[in-house]
């Protein structure tokens, strides 16, 4: 599964900076004593474990789809861009030239001079040498995540034209209010990430990851990135990278200092991401029929950003 060589990369990426993680987590293990953006990461994690378990899940009664529904639509907002961003921020912290670029800079003007003036001028970070690889090379992993999203999607559409030959299927939705209150009421906070997730995340040794998505030399790195930064997720790009930086300097901070939680809760993804849950529960409450609500779960996974699909928020670079 996907989720898998994902989570084994970041591993790696941990360990190549010099992350000193704990070996694993046992269940209901705080992960206060965790490196802050690892934490953070950990949510957007959740997020794809999620939405793989639904690949190839059979729908069998309306409560499978209630399910489903909590399941992909229940992440609450802040938690997830926040994940997204410092997801993407690991990975880009790999770049040799970027990582390099950002230490010459904390030799010359001091480590906490520039871990503090970084929030406040977010396009810094993406002026450094290796910096157009480094979101690239975050953007070509979280964008095979979104397209493995989107084709779920187009499979939960096609299984909600299945399941209208099906009884129950043609049911009247009737609870609807109650399923968009419970999604609310799911995402209103952060939800807890299971110990496998994050055992997964910090574990210091993996069998793969490393070995097929090994470190970029500048010329392989050319090979590898065929697209830019959109235009208009370019302040997205900027927060990435800006937690990068910090990332490179500080890989073992367990907290955050002031400015890069705004950074990493990026009010472009976010936005993004609200109006697609916003989307979701627009499409729920129009639903006539039980079968209609797993079309709107495809939708959700699958329409282009424009028109409410989650996984595209992702997606910075054209």
């Given amino acids: 599964m996907k989720f898998v060589r994902i989570s084994s990369l970041v591993v790696g990426l941990l360990a190549v900076i010099g992350v000193n993680a704990s070996p694993a987590l046992a269940d209901g293990e705080s992960l206060e004593n965790q490196p802050a953006l690892a934490r953070a990461a950990a949510s957007f994690l959740l997020y794809q474990d999620d939405i793989d378990s639904v690949n190839g899940r059979p729908i069998q009664t309306p409560n499978d789809v209630r399910e489903i529904l909590q399941q992909i639509g229940g992440h609450n907002t802040r938690s997830l861009t926040a994940g997204f961003v410092a997801y993407g921020a690991l990975i880009a912290a790999r770049d040799p030239e970027f990582a390099t670029a950002i230490r010459e800079i904390a030799a010359s003007w001091g480590r906490e001079r520039i871990v503090m003036d970084l929030p406040s001028d977010p396009s810094y970070a993406a002026s450094l040498a290796g910096a157009d690889r480094a979101i690239a090379a975050a953007q070509n992993d979280i964008r095979q995540s979104i397209q493995r999203a989107q084709s779920i999607g187009e499979k939960m559409i096609a299984q909600s034209y299945s399941l ?81 930086a910090y990332f490179v300097l500080e890989p073992n901070a367990r907290t955050l200092p002031p400015g890069y939680q705004a950074v990493i809760e990026d009010d472009q993804t976010r936005r993004c991401v609200e109006f697609a849950r916003l989307n979701l529960h627009q499409c729920v409450r129009a639903a006539h029929y039980v079968t209609d609500i797993p079309f709107c779960i495809g939708k959700y996974l699958n329409s282009d950003g424009s028109n409410g699909s989650a996984p595209a928020c992702f997606a910075t670079t054209e």
């Fill in 164 to 244: 209208q030959k099906v009884a129950w299927g043609t049911q009247r939705a009737l609870d609807k209010d109650a399923q968009i209150a419970a999604l609310s009421q799911r995402s209103a906070a952060p939800r807890p990430t299971p110990a496998d997730i994050v055992a997964r995340l910090l574990a210091p040794n993996s069998s793969d990851g490393l070995a097929s998505f090994p470190t970029a030399s500048p010329s392989s790195a050319i090979q590898r990135v065929a697209f830019q930064t959109k235009a208009s997720r370019q302040n997205t790009a900027n927060a990435l990278l800006t937690a990068a």
